[in-house]
């Protein structure tokens, strides 16, 4: 697991800041995803990446944006804060498709006052 | 979209009872995948079931996958408290993604 990692793991700011969510992988898989986890809806997909320069919305995209200019990066942005983005974001990789194990990084707190 | 159903969202267990989660689909699936996830930790991978009707046992929990693979079960025989943690199934999609259920949460109570 140590091969995912993300950063920062705790980070408090203020609504309308900016916040970006580092995520880097060691394993040059081709699929990395962002999930946020909230209490009563599960793991819920925000963005994926097929491949470098190729992204995708998930199931709650708004407010967020990625990038993938390298393989093994894959920040999301929270352009302008909102309480409501208040979460614990994942960051996760794969080498394929759904047949695949998907491994998960640590977790980022983020917390928007 | 595609949407994969877990039940119950929430169970709490006396510590040697037995636990049972359920996945539903409407739609049939190409695999499905196990993820336990510990208080305060992230997911992580637990099995892989691909076959229709295919049974998988790690030591006390036994996966299924059911003969149409619309569904599929976690059984715990014999719960104990280093079993504590959410449990998600996530469904191999038509479109090659991976759909995962909300997770039941598990408590034991020793």
């Known amino acids: 697991d140590a091969g995912i990692t993300q950063s920062p793991r705790y980070k408090i700011t203020e609504t309308g800041r900016q916040v970006t969510l580092m995520c880097h992988q060691t394993?040059?898989?081709?699929?990395m995803f962002w999930y946020r986890q909230d209490l009563g809806h599960g793991l819920r997909l925000i963005y994926y990446?097929?491949?470098?320069?190729?992204?995708d919305k998930g199931e709650v995209p708004d407010g967020y944006v990625v990038s993938r200019s390298k393989t093994e990066n894959f920040p999301l942005t929270l352009e302008s804060a909102t309480r409501s983005q208040t979460s614990v974001y994942f960051c996760?990789?794969?080498?394929?498709?759904?047949?695949?194990?998907?491994?998960f990084g640590e977790g980022s707190w983020l917390t928007v006052v | 979209g595609q949407q994969v159903m877990q039940i119950p969202q929430y169970q709490h267990v006396q510590e040697g009872e037995d636990f049972t989660t359920y996945c539903n689909s409407s739609?049939?699936?190409?695999?499905i995948q196990w993820y336990k996830q510990r208080p305060g930790g992230h997911p992580v991978f637990l099995i892989q079931?691909?076959?229709?009707?295919e049974v998988k046992k790690q030591k006390r929990l036994t996966f299924q996958f059911g003969e149409a693979k619309k569904n599929s079960s976690l059984h715990i025989t014999a719960t104990q408290t280093t079993d504590v943690g959410t449990y998600f199934c996530?469904?191999?999609?038509?479109?090659?993604?991976?759909?995962f259920g909300k997770g039941t949460k598990l408590s034991v109570k020793p």
């Open positions: 394993w040059s898989h081709s699929y």
């Open positions: 990446s097929a491949a470098a320069d190729i992204t």
């Open positions: 079931l691909v076959k229709s009707g």
């Open positions: 996530a469904g191999g999609g038509s479109q090659g993604n991976l759909i």
């Open positions: 996760a990789s794969t080498n394929g498709g759904s047949g695949n194990t998907i491994y």
């Open positions: 739609t049939t699936l190409s695999n």
